[in-house]
């Protein structure tokens, strides 16, 4: 089974605007709840509040910071990248993978 095809088994993908399946790496499929969870942020902040009694991903009293880091990443460093390092990606990828890139 292809990495899509299980985003979409999963429901972890959403459309594009012509419908193709869109998804994002990594995710995880955690067993004990039959939860699938995509993103990095997202699986972080939910395996804190899941498993408390494990030790925290991202420290207690540290998530401001954190969410001040991934607001400037978004807005400073994946803009930068979308036209350095993506367009490169792109041409070393197999060919399943460039079907699922955005037109």
């Known amino acids: 089974m292809s990495i899509r095809q299980t ?3 999963v429901q972890l993908a959403s459309l594009w605007p012509d419908d193709a399946p869109r998804y994002t790496l990594p995710a995880i499929f955690d067993s004990f709840t039959d ?3 995509a993103k990095s942020i997202t699986i972080t902040r939910y395996l804190d509040a899941q498993y408390p009694h494990t030790p925290r991903v991202i420290p207690e009293g540290t998530e401001g910071s954190h969410e001040v880091f991934l607001v400037t990443l978004d807005a400073v460093t994946f803009p930068a990248l ?11 990828i197999d060919d ?6 955005p037109k």
Request: glycine share 0%; charged share 20%.
């Open 35 to 37: 939860t699938p969870i």
């Open 82 to 92: 979308r036209y350095l390092a993506i367009p490169t990606s792109w041409a070393r």
């Open 7 to 9: 985003m979409v088994l």
């Open 96 to 101: 399943e993978a460039a079907e699922a890139k």
